[in-house]
């Protein structure tokens, strides 16, 4: 059970917002579980303020909004978000099956019930085990979630560190250890001034080893028993070794 979830309502009418704030409280309180909402009054408010809520698990969408409706909302989230779980709350049961096109969780129909709340937050966490661990980086003034899986490496930079992911490198004021605190059993470090993705890692050479992507970082003398270890482990045995 998480120790909370992060949820969003988009709405343009204030009192539906409240009913659905009243509902969703109601629900956490009868599965025991901690929720923070944020609220907003129209799908381009939510745009807006979409990079700067990158936890959030769930987003309630009305479809009938004035400018950019809910179906709208939802295609541009899942233009770079896929995990994040979008349920839609609407009067309008004909749009139901458009929902099905942004991969939404539940469908609700006004007016929503409790019950109906319950349901798709226990919807949510049945599957939430599956979805990709996540965290949060600040690079350059920018907040970006970012998918541990998708980390190739960081490298030391000076002062800084360069998160190596599969498509970008994110440049970041925090130093190895304290990336490596945050980050999950995944990774190891191989020197001083290098932490890897042991999941990247396609073989260990004698100095160095091989990344899926074709990079190579160095490993330390000091390190390498360990980095030999973690990567036999992760691979339960199947290793090799090239000079």
């Known amino acids: 059970m998480?120790?909370?979830?992060?949820?969003?309502?988009v709405d343009d009418e204030?009192?539906?917002i409240d009913t659905m704030k009243s509902l969703i409280h109601n629900a956490a309180k009868e599965l025991n579980i901690l929720v923070k909402v944020e609220e907003f009054s129209s799908g381009e408010a939510f745009l807006f303020e979409l990079e700067d809520h990158p936890n959030l698990d769930i987003v309630f969408l009305d479809i009938e909004m004035k400018q950019v409706d809910g179906l709208d909302v939802a295609k541009k989230i899942r233009e770079t978000d896929q995990n994040?779980?979008?349920?839609?709350a609407t009067a309008f049961a004909e749009y139901a099956v458009q929902g099905y096109d942004v991969q939404a969780l539940d469908y609700l129909l006004k007016p929503i019930k409790t019950d109906h709340l319950v349901r798709v937050f226990k919807r949510h966490l049945d599957r939430k085990p599956n979805s990709k661990e996540s965290l949060t980086i600040e690079s350059r003034g920018e907040v970006s979630k970012v998918y541990l899986e998708d980390i190739l490496y960081v490298e030391v930079n000076k002062r800084e560190c360069d998160i190596h992911v599969v498509d970008k490198v994110l440049t970041v004021n925090e130093t190895l250890k304290e990336l490596a605190d945050r980050?999950?059993?995944?990774?190891?470090?191989?020197?001083r001034s290098y932490l890897v993705n042991i999941a990247h890692m396609s073989r260990l050479l004698n100095r160095d080893v091989e990344l899926t992507n074709g990079e190579s970082v160095p490993v330390s003398r000091r390190l390498a028993k360990e980095v030999q270890e973690k990567f036999v482990a992760h691979y339960k045995g199947t290793v090799f070794y090239n000079d």
Do not use: K
């Open 14 to 16: 204030a009192i539906q």
């Open 84 to 88: 994040l779980t979008i349920v839609f």
């Open 183 to 191: 980050f999950n059993d995944d990774f190891v470090q191989t020197h």
């Open 2 to 9: 998480p120790n909370e979830l992060h949820i969003a309502v």
